[in-house]
């Protein structure tokens, strides 16, 4: 029996699908490389943006026909598309869709196929049925990155509780829920053990890590418990908000030599109307304010933003604000999206979303420029100096790897630099990657 899972948007989907691979492998399926040769086809949506839920209908579509043409074909579909909530619109709108599951919950599908291998064999002839149970602190990689693993995503907090006017996370998703810290431990050990180099946490407000349970460790302290595990020698966290990044946590940061010096932390736009009007619950002074700690706290720090163009009453006036921001602050990393209206939410509801697509398009490009030419002199720095790159992957007969502060860094070598952090000389710069020598 062979599996294939089709993954769209975030982090956190890239986890889910992976938790789900190893389950389906620990069942025996093997991973097809073409969908229409799967014996089981998973998509695991998203919907932050239209084009994300338009992808994934497509898809659902040119998989009908295969359904028709073999009846016994099973079909799931997880994430954002199913939510947290009823399933009965969803479920009658997709009648050739065998099974769903929620964001973050694999059980069903994995339920639904164990009920299946019962009703089609005696129990007894299939011991292995018997013996499953859902481990989630156990995480055995897909075999596809068993053979060269080097990094992994480890969810630590799920769903989200702050609902900024433009989010389906929070509708999607479920309320904010931290995990259980003797879980995630167990996640991080099973990964080390299996070579994992480098783990990244994941939340959709990971500094709110805890903020539900008391009981449990804080995320800074959370770090320094994962940075004790023998074999995890990098560690990253994802996506961070700025009215709960606390001094602890970049206090860790600065301090455990693990922890790598690159901080998410979005603004998503640079005006207070703006701001206030999707629900963000800060000014752009106090975000300004934010990067000069960040900054002054860690040096060396690099850090990432996200910016939406585009959003309901955004004013030409408006939109040069969040440019004045970026071409001041002059970060390593700028996201950048159009505002797209998704069902349900505060904007979609209650604010007409006026502005044009072409002028999203424009501010789009406007920003797009200029984050090319800050990140080249950022990157312009680095010019002949030796930074420690951890290599993941040959591509085109070059090898790849990140810095710690996330440079993607190009070079070329005969020996198999997979999963080994080496220092490389960066002799050449560009605005999106960095191609060097191996030093000495």
Known sequence: MKYYIWTEGCQMNVADSQRLASAFEQLGYTASEAIENADVII?????????????????????????????????????????????????????????????SDPKPIIDYLLEKELQEHDQN??????????ESGELLLPESERRNPVSAYIPIVYGCSHACAYCIIPYKRGVERSRDPQEILDHARSLARQGVKEVTLLGQIIDRYAKDRPDYPTLAQLLEQIH??????RIRFLT?????????????????????RHIEV???????VVLQNMHRGYTDAAYRALIAKIREKIPG??????????????TEEQFEDTVS?????????????????????????????????????????????LQEGIA??????????TLPVLFEEKKKNRWVGRTENMDLVFVESQDDLTGKIIPVKISWTGPWTLIGTIAG
Not at 125 to 134: G, M
């Open 43 to 103: 998509l695991n949506t998203c919907m932050v943006r239209q084009s994300a839920e338009d992808k994934a209908l497509g898809r659902l579509s040119s998989l009908k026909p295969l359904k028709i043409e073999r009846p016994d074909l099973i079909i799931g579909l997880m994430g954002c598309m199913v939510g947290t909530k009823d399933q009965s619109v969803i479920r009658k709108k997709l009648p050739y869709v065998d099974v769903f599951a929620p964001p």
């Open 125 to 134: 002839e299939n011991p292995f049925v018997r013996q499953f149970t859902w």
């Open 228 to 233: 004790e595990i023998d074999g995890i020698e």
């Open 240 to 260: 961070s908000h700025p009215n709960w990044m606390t001094d602890d946590l970049l206090d860790v940061v600065n301090r455990l030599p693990k922890v790598m």
């Open 266 to 272: 979005p603004a998503q736009a640079g005006n207070d």
């Open 301 to 314: 720090v690099s850090i990432g933003t996200d910016i939406i163009v585009g959003f309901p009453g955004e």
């Open 325 to 369: 921001q970026l071409r001041d602050l002059k970060l390593n990393v700028v996201h950048l999206a159009r505002y797209s209206p998704r069902t349900g939410t505060l904007s979609e509801r209650t604010m007409v979303d006026d502005v044009p697509d072409s002028e999203k398009w424009r501010r789009f490009r406007v920003i797009e420029k």
């Open 376 to 385: 080249a002199e950022i990157h312009q720095k680095l010019l002949d100096q």
